[in-house]
Nanobody, 125 residues
């Protein structure tokens, strides 16, 4: 079983930065992928970024490429999402997710079996 807990959300002005953390417990495999998704009111949950636990391959949505950075800490069992140059359209609930035995990094939410409770990020203009 995998448990995920996000933290670090909040209110920030446009152009500012936030760092989200996702602490997880449970066994990882060579194919484990940790991802970040977000969901704005009235919209579907969308892929933001993901990192493969072994080898650290990453993938980003075009909308955040160059602004967000995903990373991991093996010792702390934590995945981070550093969000820079934030825009009002980044406002959403951000979720951490785990695809425990992935053949590749998936961008579809349904491929991830484990989810955190979400953390709110609000960017004011």
């Amino acid at each position: 079983q995998v448990q995920l807990a996000e933290s670090g959300g909040g209110l920030v002005q446009a152009g500012g930065s936030l760092r989200l953390s996702c602490a997880f417990s449970g066994r990882t495999f060579s194919g484990t992928v940790m991802g970040w998704f977000r969901q704005a009111p009235g919209k579907e949950r969308e892929f933001v970024a993901a990192i493969r636990w072994s080898g650290s391959s990453t993938l980003y949505a075009d909308s955040v490429k160059g602004r967000f950075i995903i990373s991991r800490d093996d010792v702390k069992n934590t995945v981070y999402l550093q969000m820079n140059s934030l825009k009002p359209e980044d406002t959403a609930v951000y979720f951490c997710a785990c695809d425990r035995q992935a053949a590749r990094i998936n961008v579809l939410a349904r491929q991830y079996a484990y989810w955190g409770q979400g953390t709110q990020v609000t960017v004011s203009s």
